[in-house]
């Protein structure tokens, strides 16, 4: 009943009579989803500046780990998630992988109104919140094999952009849920703060389960699986012998990573850098533009190239990153001359600078999403049809099947990738302020990075005779 056995979105009669609507069908109920799934993936990234205010005792370095954990489990499941999709099922695996996040986020609610909660305890609840994170990978992997390839680049712009917008949403919700009694007294009373002011930090996890479980039934009973996109593990691991599947993590983990590794750290680095600011509730304005650029850097990807737009994505982080270095305060109790050495770089702080550097860093990461997502099925269905090339119709649609399988285990894979810079980004700032006083040594460390993402994609894949231009 919700598996297609025919699928050809190649077939332009096929696709306007009915591929396409069931494509848009699969993406509408995907984007939701995805949108749950990554805000409970970087639910920590908020409710960590909230938790001593309600009376948890944790270093600023324990902190950072709880917002850096979630990153970390995300990224290793999504290999796992990506390869489930064709073993078993694109609405099977999502229906399910959406349900899984209703644990961590009931616990959530559960733990935080006790402030003698073990540490322990936070850290399992931040590994499962790691749950969402993978979802991407598994969502991505599904929406890839409905498209045609004209239009992966707008599919999986929308997919990945839209669904990103779970990151602004939390960042924007939990502030609000946090600060009434949504749920009366079943809920839970509230904590009270320093300042006497009542919050029900609960509602940061109780907020999210009545929409998770709607969007689970919704996949379970809207969307489908396909037939043909049925593959075993053998058929995807030979993306790990393709030296483009490679090159193209370590560009992600340049894009995705710095999106997903900055949303994270952002209000901590806010609180650490520019103490007692104002400026908290607006920290989701950074990643909402980073995502909605996202979809922009697919639909410029599908017209100017992937490569052009990668590359003027990762020229912009390089300059947004030492422009954000540029308005830090100077480093404070760092070992002796380390922290003057590496400040010197800096000018006079502003909040001003700091938080327009940001903006224009998220921006810049997220054109660069979706510029390297398109990059991938590109990629690899033409190295498919080039070793099948003159072997006539059949072969070619041999070598097309096969390129949309790679591809999509490819961009699984390159998202799990990617999804490490969740963990490094937040968890090298915080050892960076531990070791030297400020973010700087971490700051410099990123913008070298940069600089190897645009020598890759310039070799690779923008340059007049790049063996992959794209």
């Not at 999504?78 to 399910?96: D, N």
């Not at 509602?203 to 709607?214: K, R, S």
């Not at 894009?255 to 806010?270: D, E, H, R, V």
Request: charged share 10%; net charge positive.
């Amino acid at each position: 009943m919700h598996t297609a056995t025919r699928w050809k979105p190649e077939d332009e009669a096929f696709w306007r009579a009915h591929g396409q609507r069931v494509a848009a069908r699969n993406l509408g109920l995907s984007i939701p989803a995805l949108m749950l799934a990554l805000a409970v993936w970087m639910l920590w990234s908020v409710l960590v500046v909230h938790l001593p205010a309600a009376g948890f005792r944790y270093s600023t370095n324990q902190l950072f780990w709880l917002a850096a954990l979630p990153a970390l489990v995300g990224a290793t499941l999504r290999v796992f998630y990506a390869f489930a999709v064709p073993i078993v099922g694109g609405r099977r695996w999502t229906a399910l992988a959406t349900a899984s996040l209703i644990t961590p986020t009931l616990g959530i609610g559960l733990a935080v109104q006790d402030p003698q909660t073990p540490y322990t305890v936070m850290v399992v609840l931040a590994l499962l919140c790691g749950l969402g994170g993978a979802n991407f990978a598994s969502s991505m992997a599904h929406i890839s094999f409905f498209y045609p390839q004209a239009q992966k680049g707008y599919a999986l712009g929308m997919n990945a952009g839209l669904g990103n917008l779970g990151v602004p949403l939390v960042q924007l919700a939990v502030p609000l849920a946090i600060s009434a009694g949504i749920f009366g007294a079943p809920g839970g009373a509230p904590q009270i703060g320093p300042d006497g002011a009542p919050m029900w930090l609960q509602n940061a996890g109780y907020v999210w389960v009545p929409l998770i479980a709607a969007s689970a039934l919704a996949c379970w009973f809207g969307m489908d699986d396909l037939a043909e996109a049925r593959a075993g593990i053998a058929e995807q691991a030979v993306i790990f012998a393709r030296r483009h599947n490679w090159w193209l993590c370590w560009l992600h983990l340049g894009t995705f990573g710095s999106f997903i590794g900055y949303a994270a750290a952002l209000p901590l680095l806010l609180l650490h850098q520019f103490p007692g600011t104002d400026a908290m509730p607006w920290v989701w304005i950074g990643p909402l533009a980073g995502a909605l650029a996202r979809m922009l850097g697919g639909w410029l990807a599908d017209r100017l190239g992937g490569a052009r737009v990668t590359l003027w994505a990762f020229g912009a982080m390089t300059l947004g990153v030492l422009a954000v270095l540029a308005n830090l305060p100077p480093a404070a109790a760092a070992p002796a001359g380390d922290a003057a050495a590496i400040s010197s770089a800096a000018s006079q702080p502003s909040l001003a600078g700091f938080l327009a550097a940001s903006l224009l860093l998220f921006v810049a990461a997220g054109l660069g999403n979706g510029s390297t997502f398109r990059m991938i099925p590109v990629v690899f269905v033409a190295e498919r049809r080039r070793a099948l090339r003159g072997r006539g119709a059949a072969a070619d649609e041999q070598a097309l099947r096969e390129g949309n399988t790679e591809a999509a285990a490819a961009l699984g894979f390159a998202s799990a990738v990617g999804a490490y810079g969740g963990f490094a980004i937040p968890k090298l700032c915080g050892s960076s302020i531990a070791l030297t006083g400020g973010p700087a040594a971490a700051l410099l460390l990123f913008a070298a990075f940069y600089l190897s993402c645009i020598a890759i994609t310039w070799w690779h894949y923008g340059r007049r005779f790049a063996p992959a231009r794209c």
